[in-house]
């Protein structure tokens, strides 16, 4: 009676352990998910551009950060405590006000509302055709890629890949 006891307390202690497993997968990419699209403005081309739900295009007018930092038409920031600086080529700027490098502007593919799209010289445009990435992951317009080791998968919403085979974090 005892070894049954034992036995369901492990089985039960490994199900929620499962369990625990895939809630944080879960978590994870949908961090990684809002990561890829992440709304901001950036210095492109030595232009102001600003990306809103996953397209780019040019910054009209100023944008006032979460943090109360001011970015303007022109490249020029202003912090809450007045501090001010000039944005440089490829550097963006989030929502919350953090600055760095612009991953948006990297060449990649991903997948937006279900459909796979083909980020290129920061324009947002549907995947047109099957791609072979630098290290030889094959992507589809389906959403489906397949590793050098012949390994298949299907890109999940929010997800995307550099040019060089490389998932988003």
């Known amino acids: 009676m005892k070894n ?75 912090m809450k405590d007045g501090k001010k600086m000039m944005m440089k080529e490829g550097q963006c700027m989030d929502m919350n006000g953090k600055m760095g490098e612009c991953p948006m502007m990297k060449d990649c593919v991903m997948m937006k509302d279900g459909k796979m799209m083909e980020m290129k010289d920061g324009k947002t445009m549907p995947m047109g055709k099957n791609m072979t990435m630098k290290n030889g992951t094959k992507c589809m317009t389906n959403g489906e890629y397949i590793m050098k080791d012949g390994t298949k998968m299907k890109m999940k919403e929010g997800q995307g890949m550099d040019m060089n085979g490389m998932m988003s974090k």
């Open 4 to 78: 049954k006891k034992i036995i369901a307390a492990i089985f039960a202690s490994m199900l929620m352990l499962v369990v625990c497993f895939i809630a944080f997968d879960s978590f994870a990419q949908a961090q990684t998910d809002s990561a890829m699209m992440k709304d901001c403005c950036m210095m492109k081309d030595g232009k102001m551009m600003k990306m809103k739900d996953g397209k780019t295009m040019p910054m009209d007018k100023p944008m006032t950060m979460k943090n109360g930092t001011k970015c303007m038409t022109n490249g020029a920031c202003v």
